[in-house]
Structure formats: structure tokens, C-alpha cells
């Protein structure tokens, strides 16, 4: 398995985490941001080949075995190698057997250390975190394109973003009291059960949080845009409606059918 440098490329390296636990997802993928790299979030392995077929840069994919889909880990391994022969794939299990795995693909253990998980995916030791404490965004997004774009885009504004695929992942984030989270942004119309719901949740059980709801994919991205307006720590100007062209595209690139 080959994977880019980061001195070669001269940018970071794109790692798409691909497990269907939103706490542990999270856990490595905040993790992988403080050494600098560039961190995309796929629930399932579905999604995950939606994101690598859409053309958006990605080194690396590091998936979970065993998820709800059409497919599990190693079925997305299979698939990528054929489809996407450059992306290299690591699957982590902590229910499926290693000889029962493919010799080929590499392969870490659950539970693992993230420290273990770095040395795998060949993190560079001089990306380091910033050392400041960054406003922490959880954004509620079901489609993989729409939110990977939001997400960058608002870490660029200087957010930390968590990032959960669904209402139900983002009650699980939320439901931990010692969770950082200063706001909440969420589309209205959820796959589970709708923005206001959740809304109506938060301002019960943690109303020190802040929501912001979204109807429309113009909406979401004009939000996202006012946040970055008035977050102290941007020191350059992003315009919004190019963030929104940007996810129109990767929208309509998207394969026919491919929901």
C-alpha cells in the first residue's frame, strides 16, 4: 500500500472515516484534524463510494467492517480496488475474525489506540493542533456531498465541526453532557425525524446550545456563510455563494440514480 506524503503533495493528506458508530467515528476523525489533516465523515459504506466517485480528492479510506447498507467494509475494499484503484483501504473490526479478512488489505483491531491508528495511516509527526479552543459546530446532514462541503467549509471559517449523517446520530453526540458543542446547524427535513424535533429536544435537554435550522440547500450554505461572518478568529473573507456553487456541482456530477 502506497500513501502520499504530505511534503509530496504540498497539502494535506484526505482521510475518509467510514464507521456507522458517530462516537468513535468522531473520536479518530477530530483526531486526525489536530495532526493536520483533511478529515471526511461516511456513516456507511455506501456513502463512503458515493463520496470517492464524486471526484473530491481522497488519499485514504479507513472503514469499519461491519455496517447497515448494501455493502460492509470489506465489500467497499473490493469495490474501491476496482473502481478507484489509487485510494488505498484500511478496515477495522472488533467483531470479524482476521483470518477471515483479505490477506492484502490492511487491518487494525478494535478497540484500537488512536496513536495505533495514526502510525497505520502514516501520519506526518510535525502536524500539530493549533492550541486554541475553537467553536464546536455539530452540523446534522444526511448526504455525504452537501455535508463534507459544509463541514470544510466551516473549519476553514475556524469552526470545530463534528459531523453526524442523521438526527439519531446527532441525539448521541448530544446526549453526552461532557460533549463540547456550542451550536447545533441542522437541515429541517431529517431522513429520521425532522429539524424541529431535534430543535425542540436541545432547547429541553442542553439549552445552553444554540440551533440553527436549515430548509434548503441555499439556506444551510447563506447560515453557514453569516457564521463564518461573525466567527472572531476568520481572518480572511469566504463567499458563500461559491461554497454553494462548489456542492451544486458535486451534487449533479453525482452517478445517475445514486441517491
Known amino acids: 500500500m502506497v500513501i502520499p506524503s504530505v511534503a509530496e503533495d504540498l497539502r494535506p493528506l484526505h482521510i475518509l472515516v467510514v464507521d456507522d458508530d ?7 476523525a477530530d483526531d486526525l484534524r489536530d495532526e493536520g489533516m483533511t478529515v471526511i465523515e461516511a456513516s456507511n459504506a455506501d456513502e463512503a463510494l458515493t463520496y470517492c466517485q464524486s471526484n473530491a480528492p481522497v488519499d485514504l479510506v479507513f472503514t469499519d467492517v461491519q455496517m447497515p447498507g448494501s455493502m460492509d467494509g470489506i465489500g467497499l475494499a473490493h469495490r474501491l480496488s476496482k473502481t ?4 488505498p483501504v484500511i478496515v477495522t473490526s472488533g467483531a470479524v475474525p482476521v483470518d477471515s479478512l483479505v490477506p492484502e488489505i490492511p487491518f487494525i483491531a ?12 502514516f501520519l506526518d509527526p510535525e502536524f500539530g493542533a493549533t492550541g486554541h479552543r475553537m467553536t464546536s459546530l455539530l452540523l ?4 455525504i456531498l452537501v455535508r463534507a462541503a459544509l463541514a470544510a467549509y466551516l473549519r ?29 446547524l ?4 431529517g431522513t429520521d425525524e425532522d429539524g424541529f424535533a431535534l430543535a425542540s429536544w436541545i432547547r429541553k435537554e442542553r439549552p445552553a446550545i444554540d440551533v440553527i435550522l436549515a430548509g434548503t440547500l441555499e439556506t444551510a450554505t447563506k447560515k453557514a456563510g453569516d457564521l463564518c ?7 480572511k473573507p469566504y463567499d458563500h455563494q461559491l461554497v454553494l456553487d462548489r456542492i451544486r456541482r458535486a451534487v449533479a456530477g453525482r452517478e445517475p440514480g445514486r441517491k
Open 22 to 28: 458517530p462516537l468513535l467515528r468522531a473520536f479518530l
Open 84 to 87: 478507484e484503484p489509487g485510494i
Open 110 to 121: 478494535k478497540p484500537y489506540a488512536v496513536k495505533d491508528a495514526r502510525t497505520l495511516i
Open 140 to 143: 446534522v446532514e444526511a448526504d
Open 156 to 184: 476553514e471559517c475556524g469552526f470545530r465541526v463534528i459531523e453526524a449523517t442523521s438526527i439519531a446520530e446527532a441525539r448521541m453526540f448530544l446526549a453526552d453532557v461532557n460533549a463540547s458543542i456550542d451550536l447545533v
Open 186 to 189: 441542522a437541515e429541517i427535513g
Open 229 to 235: 461572518e461573525s466567527e472572531p478568529s476568520v481572518t
